[in-house]
């Protein structure tokens, strides 16, 4: 069994930062995936940006050049630094832990909201 812990979501004004951290416990297999994906009201999860037990990354079109995922490969834990956030970016932010295939487990998910 997995868990994933979320933490670091906040209100934010455009513009700002924020780094959302998920910290992985129990047996965690590999090689594996770690990532986020997102959901604003009304709309479908989408992926945000993932990063590989190797250390392969890849963003999703919308955050490219302004969010950075890094991962503690010791603490198994992934960080997701996002700059110049957008009140498009407003959403539950969830973590996930999977393979090539796809997430296997999520977090509780963390809120994020971008507002003046």
């Known amino acids: 069994q997995v868990q994933l812990v979320e933490s670091g979501g906040d209100l934010v004004q455009p513009g700002g930062s924020l780094r959302l951290s998920c910290a992985a416990s129990g047996i965690v297999f590999s090689p594996n995936v770690m990532g986020w994906y997102r959901q604003a009201p009304g709309e479908e999860r989408e992926a945000v940006a993932s990063?590989?037990?190797?250390?392969?990354?890849n963003y999703g079109d919308s955050v490219k050049g302004r969010f950075t995922i890094s991962r503690d490969y010791a603490k198994n834990t992934v960080h997701l630094q996002m700059n110049s956030l957008k009140p498009d970016d407003t959403g539950v932010y969830y973590c996930h832990l999977g393979d090539t295939r796809g997430p296997k487990f999520w977090g509780q998910g963390t809120q994020v909201t971008v507002s003046s």
């Open positions: 990063i590989s037990s190797g250390g392969y990354t």
